[in-house]
């Protein structure tokens, strides 16, 4: 069996980010959106181990930032879906196509 | 030594009542705001007359030389070390002369107020206003810098636009008063130049060190001061000349003078006051305060000056001989007599013996503030009484206004130069000034003393003898003991006031001029004060049509002066016709179609643009995410390949 190296993970994370983004804007659920933006917080934490691991093995500094970032990334989930009940409740959907009258 | 607390008391006393009258006036001190106002004024006079006493009897004397005192100096603005506007007080022979002569007519002024203005709607805004021109006037007065002098006399100014426009339901008050402050305005602009020119040339403000460096030959700021020139007059002749227009708007000079008859809209008293012994002398004050200068560093601006004042001095009563408003012939008159003021300092010089039009031209002042101030408060009496200012409303009038017509006659006597009232000693002192040194403007001042007793008798004749006068419904008296007695201490001043020598108080550098007195001398111009005098007798005692037929034969001439030598139609001309036209009407085409045009293109380029990129904002959250991931691209893309 083949160990994976620092490229695989790379190749990964790149292919998350993307899958992450590409969902963020087609996709009109904000649900779902929400879920996008989880994946592209975790390419961004994979990248963090991925660098840590293989570049600086002896330190902790990526272990923490990802700590960190998982930690952002629950609050961010709580504030988005007490946005998206609220919206729910003033538009009765959470289609992002419905919730666009904050413009010029 | 000076007692700076007293002196500085003497305006701030005034200035305190137009304070107290102007904010609490009209509620609750309605009908006691002109004792008020006149017991300050009363407090301010008597400081006046101790510090005139203390000055010119106990201190002001050293070795036989007055001097200057400066009793008070606050910085006010400091913009760097040694460069400062300051506030200073100055204390010398004719700021003092000066302070006791304007308490002492404001003081008249009030009293005579009480009786004049009873039963006015705004009682307490007139003694108000009052009190700022007394302030002013005393601070202009007492100003030891030059940029103070500026701060008081735009006061000044202010306070005489609110004066003449005390009456601003009336349309003619209101542009009366405007017209003053546009003309004097316009003035001031030479003067604001003038200061400019003089305080920079000299690197000073203060009066004192200003006059010593730019007369000094020798001093550094002279030297670098001629090497300047415009249009081959020299800077300091500028600075000079623009301080004199200021002066001579102030002082209504020929031809700055347009705005002198109009002020005649104001109270009668208003007019005594500012309009005939104080305001309008503070020109001649301002070329007695820098005299040295003009005198020995910008000679040919004094003789400008000199010339002027005798101009003014023809024209005016040339005029005064025609008009039929009593309160402008007496405006002429003031103009008239204020060009003898100025000529006899033109004639003057400083040093050398030649002081003694100097000396003349203040003591005129001081003669002349009492008996016109005198001539308008009676004026201020007829006007009273008739209710009217045209002369042809009145006439025999002496029955029913004795002391009126008392002094009113002594003031007439003294502006005619009839020995041995006021008038007669500081006429003849200018004219044997004048006579030394400038035999031309003598012969001008000699006819103009002529006219002078003309005019002067013309009016006195027309209002008190003349045709019988005819009673109008109720008539009421002289007007009270408050009308009166300022009538009869000015007509005391009026026919006193040239006992005193002045010679030995003022003089350009404080040392005592001998007055030279020739009674020969006098004959002339008193047999020609005695012949105007006569023929206004002749002409006017009677009802008759002499002097419309002497009007008709003079023709043209007389339709000139009735019309006052079209110099307001010339103004008019200039301002309507030429400026409108040619400055006025391009400036505001400019200012529509190109300023506001250039206003207007930066309006409606940023609307353009903001209507093009508004949409952009579309409230889509995907679109803006895909803006901001073109965005963190096109970064990638530049750190990556672009940074070097």
Known sequence: MMEPGLYHLLFISAALFFIGVYGFLTRRNLITMLMSIELILNSVNLNFIAFNKYLWPGKMDGLFFTLFIIAIAAAEAAVAIAIIINLYRSHQSIDVENAEELKY | MPNSTAIALIPLLPLAGFLLLGLAGRKYLKNSSGIIGTALLLASTVLALYTAYEYFFVYGRVNGVYQQFVPLEITWLEFSKGVSINISLIIDPISVMMLVVVTFVSLMVHVYSLGYMKGEERFPTYYSFLGLFTFSMLGLVLSGNIFQIYIFWELVGVSSFLLIGYYYDKPSAVAACKKAFIVTRFADLGFLIGILILSYSAGTLDFPTLIQRLTSPGSDEIKTAVTYSFLGISALSWGAMLVFIGGAGKSAMFPLHIWLPDAMEGPTPVSALIHAATMV????????????????????????????????????????????????????????????????????????????????????????????????????????????????????????????????????????????????????????????????????????????????????????????????????????????????????????????????????????????????????????????????????????????????????????????????????????????????????????????????????????????????????????????????????????????
Not at chain 2, 288 to 316: C, D, K, N, Q
Not at chain 2, 462 to 475: A, D, Q, R, S
Not at chain 2, 604 to 631: C, D, H, M, P, R
Request: aromatic content about 14%; overall charge positive.
């Open chain 2, 281 to 644: 002398v503070a020109g001649v004050y301002l070329v007695a305060r820098l005299f040295p200068v003009f005198a020995l560093t910008t000679p040919a601006v004094l003789e400008i000056i000199g010339w002027v004042g005798a101009v003014s001095a023809i024209i005016a009563a040339v005029i005064a001989c025609t008009q039929t408003d009593i309160k402008r012939v007496l405006a002429y008159s003031t103009m008239s007599q204020i060009g003898y003021m100025m000529f006899a300092l033109g004639v003057s010089s400083y040093g050398g013996g030649g002081e003694s039009g100097y000396t003349a031209s203040l003591f005129h002042l001081f003669t002349h503030a009492m008996f016109k101030a005198l001539l308008f408060l009676g004026a201020g009496a007829v006007i009273h009484f008739v209710h009217s200012n045209e002369m042809k409303d009145m006439g025999g009038l002496r029955k029913y206004l004795p002391i009126t017509h008392i002094t009113f006659l002594i003031a007439c006597l003294a502006i005619a130069g009839i020995p041995p009232f006021a008038g007669f000693f500081s006429k003849e002192a200018i004219l044997l000034a004048a006579h030394e040194n400038n035999k031309a403007i003598y012969w001008i001042a000699l006819i103009t003393s002529g006219l002078t007793a003309f005019y002067m008798f013309r009016l006195y004749f027309t209002i008190f003898w003349n045709k019988p006068h005819v009673i109008h419904g109720e008539k009421h008296g002289e007007g009270g003991w408050a009308m009166m007695l300022p009538l009869v201490l000015l007509a005391v001043g009026a026919a006193a006031a040239g006992f005193i020598p002045f010679g030995e108080f003022v003089s350009p550098d404080g040392k005592p001029i001998e007055s030279k007195f020739h009674l020969g001398f006098s004959v002339a111009p008193v047999a020609l004060g005695v012949g105007g005098i006569i023929a206004a007798l002749w002409l006017y005692k009677k009802q008759s049509d002499k002097s419309t037929k002497l009007a008709a034969s003079l023709g043209r001439l007389y339709k000139a002066a009735y019309h006052k030598f079209y110099i307001d139609e010339i103004y008019l001309f200039i301002t309507r016709k030429v400026l409108f036209n040619l400055v006025g009407r391009p400036a505001a085409w400019f200012d529509r179609h190109v300023v506001d045009g250039l206003v207007n293109l930066a309006g409606n380029t940023t609307q353009a643009v903001s209507e093009g990129i508004k949409k952009v904002q579309s409230g889509k959250v995907q679109q803006y995410a895909i803006y901001f991931l073109a965005g963190v691209i096109l970064l990638a893309v530049l750190v990556i390949y672009g940074w070097k």
